[in-house]
T-cell receptor, first 114, second 117 residues
Framework: AQSVTQPDIHITVSEGASLELRCNYS??????LFWYVQSPGQGLQLLLK??????LVQGIKGFEAEFKRSQSSFNLRKPSVHWSDAAEYFC????????????FGTGTRLQVTL | DSGVTQTPKHLITATGQRVTLRCSPR?????VYWYQQSLDQGLQFLIQ???????AKGNILERFSAQQFPDLHSELNLSSLELGDSALYFC????????????????FGPGTRLTVT
């Protein structure tokens, strides 16, 4: 069964600084990979997705992520963080088959200091 | 706004009671998913429907059931509620056919926060 690990529970960065959130997955084949963001009291918003092809994918709000097969990673990056980026970020993996469920990591809470 | 709607936004009820959560998917999406988010379990997949048919089950308790209606809206029924059922319940929807990559691109509603007292 597939699994997702987000090793950082909580990260604090200064506004304007760069950001990298880590995500490692476990799956035998190439999975479908996603990053979602959840603001307090809100639902999950899809930031970006990886299905195949170019390993660097661009998403909304200036985020990007890079798929590295050799490291089983799909890290989320942003060159300059804004205070409004403070939220919880979830990495998710979808594996092939008829059940299109997503398996989520435990999330990384991002705090942005001014 | 994802286009997925859920009602009610909040629900407070007592142990032993039964509640129904409602979800309307994005226009054109045939797949509906239910997820539970709790502090101790994180985000867990409960069940998937595609065009009215159940497609997959996750860690869904026997006290919970769901269905998808001909107009594609879905309801999640939770019965004999326990304190531990307090959580945020999300509905998500996607397009495409089951197993294809599009079905994994899921759009989430705002959730229903259930509090069992």
């Amino acid at each position: 069964a597939q699994s997702v690990t987000q090793p950082d529970i909580h990260i604090t960065v200064s506004e304007g600084a760069s950001l990298e959130l880590r995500c490692n997955y476990s799956y035998g084949a190439t999975p479908y990979l996603f990053w979602y963001v959840q603001s307090p009291g809100q639902g999950l918003q899809l930031l970006l997705k990886y299905f195949s092809g170019d390993t660097l994918v661009q998403g909304i709000k200036g985020f990007e992520a890079e798929f590295k097969r050799s490291q089983s990673s799909f890290n989320l990056r942003k060159p300059s963080v804004h205070w409004s980026d403070a939220a919880e970020y979830f990495c998710a993996v979808g594996a092939g088959g008829t059940a299109s469920k997503l398996t989520f990591g435990t999330g990384t809470r991002l705090q942005v200091t001014l | 706004d994802s286009g997925v709607t859920q009602t009610p936004k909040h629900l407070i009820t007592a142990t032993g009671q039964r509640v129904t959560l409602r979800c309307s998917p994005r226009s054109g999406d045939l797949s509906v998913y239910w997820y539970q988010q709790s502090l101790d379990q994180g985000l867990q997949f409960l069940i998937q429907y595609y065009n009215g048919e159940e497609r997959a089950k996750g860690n869904i308790l026997e006290r919970f059931s769901a269905q998808q209606f001909p107009d594609l809206h879905s309801e999640l029924n939770l019965s004999s509620l326990e304190l531990g059922d307090s959580a945020l319940y999300f509905c998500a929807s996607s397009g495409g056919t089951p197993g294809g990559p599009s079905t994994y691109e899921q759009y989430f509603g705002p959730g229903t926060r259930l509090t069992v007292t």
